[in-house]
């Protein structure tokens, strides 16, 4: 189960609260909450203070995120040690 909560002021800066798993279905309901955000122009941050596992495609996505200029804080130091192997494959 994956839940994101939104915070933040349309068309400036939005901050996705993300708790739970990344996995499966729910990777892309959460580049769907991020997609409607960048859109706007909005600067976008993840919160993943909560987030228990982040499976592959959702490491890549996030990973595209990143590069987008999306700012994550909060990082667990799992998913962290993920985003760094995915960066070295």
Request: charged share 20%.
């Amino acid at each position: 189960m994956l839940r994101i909560a939104a915070a933040g002021n349309p068309g400036t800066s939005a901050t996705l609260t993300v708790e739970g798993r990344v996995v499966g279905p729910w990777v892309d309901e959460f580049r769907q909450a991020c997609q409607r955000i960048l859109v706007t122009g909005a600067e976008l941050t993840l919160d993943l203070h909560e987030v228990a596992f982040v499976e592959r495609d959702g490491l890549e996505l996030l990973q595209s995120l990143v590069d987008r200029g999306v700012t994550v804080v909060n990082c667990p130091a799992l998913v962290r040690e993920q985003l760094k192997a995915l960066s070295r494959c």
